[in-house]
């Protein structure tokens, strides 16, 4: 087996698109057939028990396994993950990423147990109790949200939400969740008192939807880093 060194690859990503797109399909088409190999081993079925809990025949299950089909859809990823009754997390990332994901494709890397295993289900509980503090909500009312919808810059969102807060409405209708309970004020504001915010809803509608833009906030307020 050839051996390519990461010296190699990185200068072949940093100066060829052509590779670049060529290493994004390769490694897709290789991995993914392995892991759905390496978690019906684990699970201890065959291929017809597989297809079955899948939904096809075996033959296509065959095919799925085998690097060298290369057509695997959305939709067909979404039937293995409930038939293996596992997670699916598919999501752009950087080529700084995306090497560093490839640099462990052991069978353990390649693992997804099923939510019934008792190690997953152990897993599961462990987070579950580590619950976070709980937060406040944002309550966003005009100009603030309007320049958070039409995406504007930060220092525009910043005097969005600065005419927001030392106009008619008090410090206390725009809450921003903190580690503290405690509701910042417009200094503290201003000095970008950090802020540990999970969600921003807008309370003042019937609806209580998600704003549009919660990202230009969540900077400004500290939340994201």
């Known amino acids: 087996m050839s051996f390519v060194s990461r010296r190699t ?15 994004v399909l390769e490694n897709i088409k290789r991995i993914i057939p392995f892991q759905i190999r ?10 017809a028990v597989a297809g079955k809990a899948i939904g096809k025949p075996q033959n296509v299950l065959s095919r799925l396994e085998s690097p060298a089909y290369g057509r695997l859809t959305l939709q ?20 700084s990423r995306l090497v560093a994901e490839y640099d462990d494709v ?9 939510v019934s295993d008792e190690e997953e289900a152990q897993a599961l509980k462990e987070w579950a109790a580590h619950e976070p503090a709980a937060l406040e909500p944002v309550s966003m009312t005009s100009p603030a949200r309007a320049a958070a919808r039409r995406g504007l810059s930060k220092s525009e969102l910043r005097e969005g939400v600065d005419a927001q807060l030392e ?14 309970p405690a509701v910042p004020s417009i200094d503290e504001y201003r000095r970008g008192r950090p802020a540990s915010v999970g969600t ?26």
């Open 9 to 23: 690859i990185a200068d072949k990503l940093l100066h060829s698109k052509k590779f670049r797109d060529s290493y």
């Open 38 to 47: 390496t978690m019906r081993d684990e699970r201890k079925w065959s291929q």
């Open 76 to 95: 067909t990823l979404l039937e293995i993950a409930r038939g293996y009754d596992t997670g699916l997390l598919i999501k752009f990332v950087p080529f």
């Open 106 to 114: 052991s069978l353990p890397a390649l693992s997804a147990k099923s």
């Open 167 to 180: 106009g008619s409405l008090s410090g206390s209708d725009l809450r921003i969740g903190m580690q503290d």
């Open 200 to 225: 921003l809803l807008n309370q003042g509608g019937a609806e209580n939807k998600p704003i549009e833009n919660p990202l230009y906030i969540l900077s400004l307020a500290g939340g994201t880093r």
